[in-house]
């Protein structure tokens, strides 16, 4: 179950796409690891980066869009907020069980195919606002 960086997923903006193509390879090491049996251990520290890395990427995101006066922001946040919440909780399932099928199919579901309908949809949306207004720039 590989999910890759193409250049289809490109919103226009240099470090939004340097961003989202380290969160994508993370997921899909994620999910990779899941597959080939990786101990808990090594999915925890996995989580942990995607943590952090997903405020980062999210607070620099929510940085350009009140810069730009973005009109979405507001939906562009709650859209965050899922992706968090699954975030959790798939750590939290984790934590709890063992990598199951369901585990596994919920991390490409919850995780990747959401991350990269998100792009596809809402971010190049953002990016081509912030292209036309000049703002390139995080």
């Not at 869009?65 to 984790?94: C, N, Q, W």
């Amino acid at each position: 179950m590989t999910t890759t960086w193409s250049n289809s997923l490109k919103t226009g903006l240099e470090w939004q796409d340097a961003q989202h193509r380290e969160l994508i390879d993370e997921m899909d090491l994620l999910l990779n690891s899941m597959e080939t049996g990786a101990s808990r251990e090594a999915l925890v520290e996995i989580f942990y980066f995607l943590d952090s890395y997903v405020i980062h990427h999210f607070g620099e995101e929510k940085t350009a869009m009140e810069k730009a006066r973005y009109p979405e922001l507001g939906l562009h946040l709650l859209e965050h907020t899922i992706f968090i919440t699954s975030l959790v909780e798939l750590k939290s399932d984790l934590s709890k069980n063992d990598v199951s099928p369901e585990l596994k199919a919920k991390t490409k579901d919850q995780l990747i195919d959401w991350f990269v309908k998100h792009i596809g949809q809402v971010d190049k949306k953002l990016g081509a606002f912030l292209i036309t207004n000049g703002l390139e720039e995080a």
